[in-house]
């Protein structure tokens, strides 16, 4: 695969055969950024799990003490008084079966997080098969389905991330911008993998966390030591 200058640049300042320690991990991924944006500093992790069992699933959500950067936008499927304890804590939009068919009818995602109280299940239903695939469904176990939409709403904007695992039994997850720093990336981090192994399923054996790798958008992959993670 072709690689630009600065990437090359970039990769020649990591060691492919070693392990790093979090924090010097990314200094790595911080000093290889060469993008004229602010990348996104993200995690890829790879779990001893087999995501095809429902008892070995790993989902939650956790939130960053830093945040993660971006300005989330928030969509409350609710109704009667908690439409107004939605909007001020701050959610884009709040409704019911007219954003359902917003979405429907005309393709309208102009949202990042969507929390839903648990009376609004009935009709937030109908939106699986558009939402799952774009991991936007919400759930009990993440937080996003709850009586408590101010709380859920408040925590979306405060860089709340929610993790699970794909196909592959990778997860992978935001953990920040490159302009935070080693330091507030690694205090995210820490946040994101205690959560992770916290939800480690009972029906899980042998090594868990099978690899740990940090990148920003458009900088070389960093191998971080999983063995220090447990």
């Known amino acids: 695969m072709f690689r630009g200058k600065k990437y090359q640049e970039s990769a020649k300042l ?22 004229k944006f602010d990348e996104t500093v993200e995690m890829h992790i790879k779990l001893g799990v087999d995501s095809r069992h429902a008892d070995q699933q ?13 300005t989330r936008r928030v969509l409350v499927f609710t109704k009667d008084a908690k439409v107004e304890e939605a909007k001020a804590a701050g959610a884009d939009y709040v409704g019911g079966m007219e954003l ?24 937030v239903g109908r939106l699986g098969k558009v939402l799952g695939p774009k991991g936007l469904m919400p759930s009990p176990k993440a937080g996003t389905v709850t009586p408590n939409v101010a709380g859920a709403v408040q925590e979306a904007k405060a860089g709340k991330v929610e993790y699970r695992l794909d196909k592959t039994n990778i997860i992978h997850c935001p953990i920040g911008k490159v302009s935070f720093g080693a330091e507030k990336l690694t205090e995210n981090f820490n ?34 030591n999983s063995a220090k993670l447990m």
């Not at 790993?58 to 971006?70: I, M, S």
């Not at 939800?199 to 458009?218: D, E, F, H, L, N």
């Open 191 to 224: 946040a994101l993998m205690g959560a992770i192994v916290k939800a480690k399923p009972s029906a899980a054996k042998g090594q868990y966390i099978r690899s740990c790798v940090c990148a920003s958008t458009m900088g070389p992959g960093v191998k971080i």
């Open 14 to 35: 990591i060691d492919r055969s070693v392990q790093y320690d979090p924090n010097e991990a990314l200094e790595l991924v911080v000093k290889g950024a060469s993008a």
């Open 58 to 70: 790993v989902r939650g959500a956790v939130v960053l003490p830093n945040g993660t950067g971006k």
């Open 100 to 123: 359902v068919e917003k979405i429907t009818k005309e393709n309208w995602f102009d949202f990042d997080v969507v929390v839903a109280s648990p009376d609004m299940m009935g009709i």
